[in-house]
């Protein structure tokens, strides 16, 4: 059985940097696409960035382009989410999701497997 385990999350200021690392185990993630959502507080959960299987082809949401980058490490097994010049806006859980999928998907029901969330707190 697949498990995911997010760690790098925390509170920062404005205008700082995360690295939030995605770990699996239990089996390979190298033909899942992969991605980063957030729930906002009394938000619902929207996907904020994805990537196919071999780490070519990535997506970012709208809010997230030009600060997020997400990358996959086939070999270790791994998913980072990089995001620069934090906003208090970026606050929220950040999960990691494994598609069903080889290609990132539209619906956020193709996404079979998820971790328990990292808190990411931005203060202005």
């Known amino acids: 059985q697949l498990q995911l385990v997010e760690s790098g999350g925390g509170s920062v200021q404005a205008g700082g940097f995360l690295r939030l690392s995605c770990a699996a185990s239990?089996?390979?993630?190298?033909?899942?696409?992969m991605g980063w959502f957030r729930q906002a507080p009394e938000k619902e959960r929207e996907v904020v960035a994805g990537?196919?299987?071999?780490?070519?082809?990535?997506y970012y949401a709208d809010s997230g382009k030009g600060r997020f980058t997400i990358s996959k490490d086939n070999a270790r097994n791994t998913v980072d989410l990089r995001i620069y010049t934090l906003k208090p806006a970026a606050t929220g859980v950040y999960y990691c999701?494994?598609?069903?999928?080889?290609?990132?998907?539209?619906?956020?029901?193709?996404?079979?497997?998820w971790g328990q969330g990292t808190q990411v707190t931005v203060s202005s």
């Open positions: 239990g089996r390979t993630i190298s033909q899942n696409a």
């Open positions: 999701a494994a598609a069903t999928t080889t290609w990132v998907p539209n619906q956020h029901s193709d996404y079979g497997y």
């Open positions: 990537i196919n299987w071999s780490g070519g082809v990535t």
